[in-house]
């Protein structure tokens, strides 16, 4: 049997590998996603108080850091058994708006747009931001620096700090917002929306009306039929912060809805000897290994999760497009994964007027943003939905509020099955046998955990920039064949 | 001359820590309103905002290099670092490359740069303190980002 692996993956926050399995006649037997992990994050938590966990679980990752504080605290308002006020959970909310609009934009500018502006098959040394910026302009380049840093400036006006915010409390927030504040905000949620507009129309002018990339969009390869998983408000429209977890299956009929404390009703993680990432899935149905399908407990989260487990978006940009998003591509739910890209940047929409409609909140420079905890802490958890899917902290501690006890399912690991079976379809259909397999074959398939934007990161505990990634493909003997290596 | 003093790591990743470590003994001593200290735990394209506006700016990291000198320093300018296969992530876009794009942005970046780097091993447990043989580089390389400012 041959053996592929990709490695590094370009394009993706921090380290992961690809294993590519071929028969002897060259076809795809088996590919796998491995990625390492640093060990001991949850022990480096413990025998800490209970408050000083949002200001370290927020440096597990650079790029996620606000959604780690934001999960973390909430969970720590659950451990203290305290609601915080209004202004509070809405100073939260628009902060981490803003972290939304900051990473979805990278993700699209830098990440995913390169490969349907350049081509996925182009010239890898052109398929970056510098390519992007050619094809679309450099005015276009500034507008993405430029909402990227107004995203930046409100997470550190809120937060004290660009990354590792620190204002998050067990109850609240530290700091008040002020009407100054307020108003820049404002100024800068305004143009965000705008921004918006601009990103999902360069997406139909790109993607959509190019019939090759709406036919790549729907092929066999990028698709695969799954659960979806992600928070929703009251009228089941997508949340980030805030909300119950809703499940619905394959055919978009709801199986599950919960609160957070609940999780560990619905969801188990499976274990596999060749990988140190777990395999989340839903108790219920059960795990039937790396198989698509309804009789699977695998789901998916991230912006497509989210989409389809939600009946649509809170806002009327979002609303709109999220309509025309089904339309288009034939109904709830849609299971195309490169669609991820789509749901991004309506998610980045409805983040744009989210913040926006924060801002201009009559109760949001309240200066009530703390409620002392007084109960004795015991355990809590916090589930938010980070840009990359549902994010959940569970911490448990003595009648001090010293931790014990600290589980995480980042957004990451609950795609791992998806991702996993996703990368063996793509090659499965661009791996044909007796051709060689060009760098742009292997691009092919790392578009499918791209569209994921996973955080290896954040999976791992291992910090970006630690490992290098790469693809390498073995034969029947177990021979390495090719090998991919990236400069990192 | 505007000048950014730039130290780079993560705090509760014991030796990667060090850039922080230098710069955060650096804040007490450089007070002249024209030098900037900052500590970050940024990279790639977070780089990008913090740069802008600087005429020379010095920065300081972690380095694991193969033949593993612990509290070896070392100074690298910009040229150091290939632009190559730039876009490995968002955050992992090289400083060559951040400079690149800025450049072709017509944004205001720093004339005048250095990187000073600080050799720790190559297994690095999560922790809030350096090692031993880190920690006595920490003043050194104080020591030489002084003498690199304004020259």
Same mark, same amino acid.
């Given at each position: 049997?041959?053996?592929?692996?990709?490695?590094?993956?370009?394009?993706?926050?921090?380290?992961?590998?690809?294993?590519?399995?071929?028969?002897?006649?060259?076809?795809?037997?088996?590919?796998?996603?491995?990625?390492?992990?640093?060990?001991?994050?949850?022990?480096?938590?413990?025998?800490?108080?209970?408050?000083?966990?949002?200001?370290?679980?927020?440096?597990?990752?650079?790029?996620?850091?606000?959604?780690?504080?934001?999960?973390?605290?909430?969970?720590?308002?659950?451990?203290?058994?305290?609601?915080?006020?209004?202004?509070?959970?809405?100073?939260?909310?628009?902060?981490?708006?803003?972290?939304?609009?900051?990473?979805?934009?990278?993700?699209?500018?830098?990440?995913?747009?390169?490969?349907?502006?350049?081509?996925?098959?182009?010239?890898?040394?052109?398929?970056?931001?510098?390519?992007?910026?050619?094809?679309?302009?450099?005015?276009?380049?500034?507008?993405?620096?430029?909402?990227?840093?107004?995203?930046?400036?409100?997470?550190?006006?809120?937060?004290?700090?660009?990354?590792?915010?620190?204002?998050?409390?067990?109850?609240?927030?530290?700091?008040?917002?002020?009407?100054?504040?307020?108003?820049?905000?404002?100024?800068?949620?305004?143009?965000?929306?705008?921004?918006?507009?601009?990103?999902?129309?360069?997406?139909?002018?790109?993607?959509?009306?190019?019939?090759?990339?709406?036919?790549?969009?729907?092929?066999?390869?990028?698709?695969?039929?799954?659960?979806?998983?992600?928070?929703?408000?009251?009228?089941?429209?997508?949340?980030?912060?805030?909300?119950?977890?809703?499940?619905?299956?394959?055919?978009?009929?709801?199986?599950?809805?919960?609160?957070?404390?609940?999780?560990?009703?619905?969801?188990?993680?499976?274990?596999?000897?060749?990988?140190?990432?777990?395999?989340?899935?839903?108790?219920?149905?059960?795990?039937?290994?790396?198989?698509?399908?309804?009789?699977?407990?695998?789901?998916?989260?991230?912006?497509?999760?989210?989409?389809?487990?939600?009946?649509?978006?809170?806002?009327?940009?979002?609303?709109?497009?999220?309509?025309?998003?089904?339309?288009?591509?034939?109904?709830?739910?849609?299971?195309?994964?490169?669609?991820?890209?789509?749901?991004?940047?309506?998610?980045?929409?409805?983040?744009?007027?989210?913040?926006?409609?924060?801002?201009?909140?009559?109760?949001?420079?309240?200066?009530?943003?703390?409620?002392?905890?007084?109960?004795?802490?015991?355990?809590?958890?916090?589930?938010?939905?980070?840009?990359?899917?549902?994010?959940?902290?569970?911490?448990?501690?003595?009648?001090?509020?010293?931790?014990?006890?600290?589980?995480?399912?980042?957004?990451?690991?609950?795609?791992?099955?998806?991702?996993?079976?996703?990368?063996?379809?793509?090659?499965?259909?661009?791996?044909?046998?007796?051709?060689?397999?060009?760098?742009?074959?292997?691009?092919?398939?790392?578009?499918?955990?791209?569209?994921?934007?996973?955080?290896?990161?954040?999976?791992?505990?291992?910090?970006?920039?630690?490992?290098?990634?790469?693809?390498?493909?073995?034969?029947?003997?177990?021979?390495?064949?090719?090998?991919?290596?990236?400069?990192? | 001359?505007?000048?950014?003093?730039?130290?780079?790591?993560?705090?509760?990743?014991?030796?990667?820590?060090?850039?922080?470590?230098?710069?955060?003994?650096?804040?007490?001593?450089?007070?002249?309103?024209?030098?900037?200290?900052?500590?970050?735990?940024?990279?790639?394209? =977070?780089? @990008?905002?913090?740069?802008?506006?600087?005429?020379?700016? *010095? #920065?300081?990291?972690? +380095?694991?290099? /193969?033949?593993?000198?612990?509290?070896?320093?070392?100074?690298?300018?910009?040229?150091?670092?290939?632009?190559?296969?730039?876009?490995?992530?968002?955050?992992?876009?090289?400083?060559?490359?951040?400079?690149?794009?800025? =450049?072709? @942005?017509?944004?205001?970046?720093?004339?005048?740069?250095? *990187? #000073?780097?600080?050799? +720790?091993?190559? /297994?690095?447990?999560?922790?809030?303190?350096?090692?031993?043989?880190?920690?006595?580089?920490?003043?050194?390389?104080?020591?030489?980002?002084?003498?690199?400012?304004?020259?």
């Amino acid at each position: 049997m041959k053996k592929i692996v990709i490695d590094p993956l370009t394009r993706l926050e921090g380290h992961g590998r690809i294993d590519i399995f071929l028969t002897d006649e060259g076809d795809v037997a088996n590919a796998y996603l491995r990625v390492p992990e640093l060990r001991g994050f949850e022990k480096f938590c413990e025998d800490r108080p209970v408050e000083e966990l949002p200001r370290i679980t927020s440096r597990i990752c650079g790029v996620c850091s606000l959604a780690h504080h934001i999960a973390s605290v909430k969970a720590a308002d659950a451990v203290f058994h305290v609601e915080p006020p209004p202004a509070a959970k809405k100073i939260r909310e628009l902060s981490y708006c803003a972290h939304m609009c900051h990473s979805h934009i990278a993700h699209f500018y830098v990440l995913a747009a390169p490969d349907f502006v350049l081509g996925p098959t182009s010239d890898r040394a052109q398929r970056n931001i510098f390519g992007l910026i050619g094809k679309v302009g450099l005015e276009i380049g500034k507008e993405v620096i430029k909402h990227r840093a107004y995203a930046q400036d409100i997470q550190q006006a809120i937060g004290g700090k660009a990354i590792g915010a620190v204002n998050g409390l067990p109850g609240g927030v530290s700091k008040a917002i002020t009407e100054d504040e307020r108003r820049d905000f404002e100024a800068k949620a305004k143009s965000m929306v705008e921004f918006s507009k601009l990103s999902l129309k360069l997406f139909d002018d790109i993607v959509l009306k190019n019939k090759e990339y709406v036919d790549l969009i729907l092929s066999d390869a990028y698709t695969m039929k799954s659960y979806y998983m992600g928070l929703v408000d009251s009228e089941n429209k997508v949340n980030f912060y805030d909300g119950d977890v809703r499940v619905v299956d394959a055919d978009g009929n709801e199986v599950a809805k919960f609160k957070p404390a609940s999780y560990l009703d619905y969801i188990a993680e499976h274990v596999e000897p060749w990988t140190y990432l777990k395999f989340p899935f839903l108790k219920k149905v059960g795990w039937k290994g790396l198989v698509e399908g309804q009789d699977n407990g695998i789901y998916r989260v991230a912006p497509l999760g989210r989409l389809n487990a939600a009946d649509g978006m809170a806002t009327p940009l979002a609303q709109a497009e999220y309509q025309r998003m089904y339309s288009t591509l034939g109904g709830k739910p849609v299971h195309h994964t490169l669609a991820m890209h789509w749901a991004r940047l309506i998610e980045l929409q409805y983040a744009a007027e989210r913040l926006l409609e924060l801002s201009q909140d009559p109760g949001i420079t309240d200066p009530d943003v703390r409620v002392i905890p007084t109960a004795t802490p015991d355990e809590g958890v916090g589930i938010i939905e980070a840009p990359r899917g549902t994010l959940i902290h569970h911490y448990q501690t003595d009648e001090k509020g010293i931790v014990e006890k600290v589980n995480l399912i980042v957004a990451t690991v609950n795609n791992n099955a998806a991702m996993c079976i996703g990368i063996k379809k793509a090659a499965q259909a661009f791996i044909k046998r007796g051709e060689e397999v060009s760098e742009g074959i292997l691009n092919m398939i790392e578009m499918v955990y791209r569209a994921y934007d996973p955080c290896i990161a954040c999976a791992s505990h291992s910090l970006p920039g630690q490992f290098p990634l790469e693809v390498v493909i073995y034969n029947a003997k177990g021979e390495e064949i090719r090998r991919l290596s990236r400069n990192v | 001359m505007k000048t950014l003093i730039l130290g780079l790591g993560n705090p509760i990743l014991s030796d990667d820590s060090v850039g922080l470590r230098v710069a955060e003994s650096l804040k007490e001593k450089l007070t002249d309103r024209d030098t900037t200290v900052i500590e970050s735990t940024t990279s790639g394209l =977070g780089l @990008l905002d913090i740069l802008i506006g600087y005429d020379q700016a *010095i #920065i300081i990291d972690a +380095i694991q290099t /193969e033949d593993d000198k612990i509290g070896e320093i070392y100074h690298f300018k910009v040229e150091d670092f290939k632009a190559g296969d730039h876009i490995v992530s968002s955050h992992g876009i090289n400083l060559a490359a951040v400079l690149e794009l800025g =450049g072709k @942005l017509g944004l205001t970046l720093p004339q005048y740069f250095d *990187i #000073i780097a600080v050799g +720790i091993p190559r /297994e690095c447990p999560f922790g809030e303190e350096c090692t031993p043989e880190v920690q006595r580089a920490i003043p050194l390389a104080a020591e030489v980002v002084i003498k690199k400012i304004g020259t």
